[in-house]
């Protein structure tokens, strides 16, 4: 059913000093905005075509800034609206059309039953115009604090996946509903994997992931084809971590962070710290035990490149494959992994929304060692002690 994601939205105080501080730390610039009485400013940002956010005055009865909606385009509107009624969903916009000069798009918003997370889903297939009907473009002079120099163009290419923070077992009814309503199938996380989950017992937290492929039996990717969406829950509700602080905070279920794809991870996060965007440091000790592998042949980089930027490496788990070594033990030149650094978070809480920046070298996962290593550091970060 859905294509591609559209854009995500951002609900905050302020929408324009919050949309200042993507464009200066991670390159979007302003491009459209949206004034209409009784709603407030709406601003729209992009760092490429298929990299988009809005930013928006967040409800006054509102008690922190979230992401809170990734906007869908999705074929065949109006029949993939009534399956998805028909198999339970819950829209809280009924398809609405709007329409301007350019032509016209529909859409509707459904509420995922999960927390401050909902999908607006949206045909665009008859509009020809900048961004959506109601948007005013931007003069390019407005972006005073983008960089503008060609080497900071197309840092990051498109959204690879989307993380949300869930309630202690809602993740697999939540897998269900996305397979039920709107075609998404599970997508495997870890070779270890069990059927109702990856779990990260030292952490007590449990994943699992969803995916649309626009060309399912061919298995072909391509940027805007396919997305993912990676559910985390805790395992122990009394346990002082990352996940359960985040639900606290964020008052339940929530987008805890979106996860951007790059074609040259340590020029992306060098660029980006340059800007003054701060990355989670994972230990020296990580960095020194790198340096006694043998890593370099494969992934060309050494454990100093990686370290200065703040990255994090993790080969592709495949019992098949022995994890891409040979049978004598040594790496694989070709094995499979993938690189990955973790902003710290961008919004108003200790544990609110942040950005990763990813690398793919075949691997298809999402870094189960790098999970544990992340939320580890974030959590040293914030003071957190686990009780494990």
């Not at 197309?154 to 923070?165: A, E, G, R, S, Y």
């Not at 230990?283 to 050494?302: C, F, G, M, R, W």
Request: net charge negative; proline share 3%.
């Amino acid at each position: 059913m859905a294509v591609s994601i559209h854009h995500f939205v951002i609900s905050c105080r302020s929408p324009s000093e919050t949309c200042e501080l993507f464009c200066q730390k991670f390159s979007f610039r302003k491009f459209a905005i949206c004034k209409q009485q009784g709603q407030g400013v709406k601003i729209a940002a992009k760092i490429s075509d298929d990299i988009v956010a809005v930013f928006e005055e967040r409800p006054k009865n509102a008690s922190h800034d979230s992401v809170y909606d990734v906007a869908l385009v999705v074929e065949d509107f109006v029949e993939k609206h009534a399956t998805a009624v028909k198999n339970g969903a819950h829209f809280i916009q009924s398809p609405t059309r709007i329409e301007d000069q350019y032509g016209y798009v529909d859409y509707a918003i459904v509420k995922v039953p999960a927390g401050n997370i909902q999908h607006t889903l949206l045909d665009v297939s008859h509009y020809g115009g900048q961004f959506l009907p109601g948007y005013q473009p931007i003069n390019d002079v407005e972006n005073v604090n983008s960089p503008t120099t060609e080497s900071n163009h197309q840092l990051v290419t498109h959204i690879d996946h989307v993380t949300c923070i869930c309630h202690q077992n809602t993740t697999v009814p939540l897998l269900n509903w996305y397979q039920k309503c709107f075609n998404f199938s599970r997508f495997t996380i870890n070779a270890d994997e069990e059927e109702d989950g990856y779990t990260l017992n030292d952490l007590h937290i449990k994943m699992i992931a969803a995916q649309y492929w626009l060309c399912t039996e061919q298995g072909i990717q391509s940027s805007n084809g396919r997305f993912k969406f990676l559910l985390a829950e805790p395992l122990d509700i009394s346990v002082n971590n990352h996940v359960n602080g985040f639900l606290k905070e964020q008052e339940g279920s929530g987008i805890q962070h979106i996860a951007l794809h790059t074609e040259n991870i340590t020029n992306t996060v060098g660029q980006m710290k340059a800007a003054g965007t701060a990355f989670v440091t994972p230990p020296d000790t990580y960095y020194n035990n790198l340096k006694q592998a043998d890593i370099h042949e494969t992934v060309k980089l050494s454990a100093e490149d990686l370290k200065e930027n703040n990255v994090l490496l993790d080969f592709e788990l495949d019992k098949c494959e022995n994890e891409g070594h040979n049978s004598n033990g040594q790496r694989r030149p070709d094995a499979k992994y993938l690189l990955q650094a973790f902003t710290r978070p961008l919004l108003d809480k200790k544990r609110s929304f942040f950005m990763e920046v990813i690398q793919r070298f075949g691997a298809r996962g999402f870094g189960g060692s790098n999970i544990r290593k992340s939320f580890t550091a974030m959590e040293d970060s914030n003071g957190i002690v686990n009780d494990t």
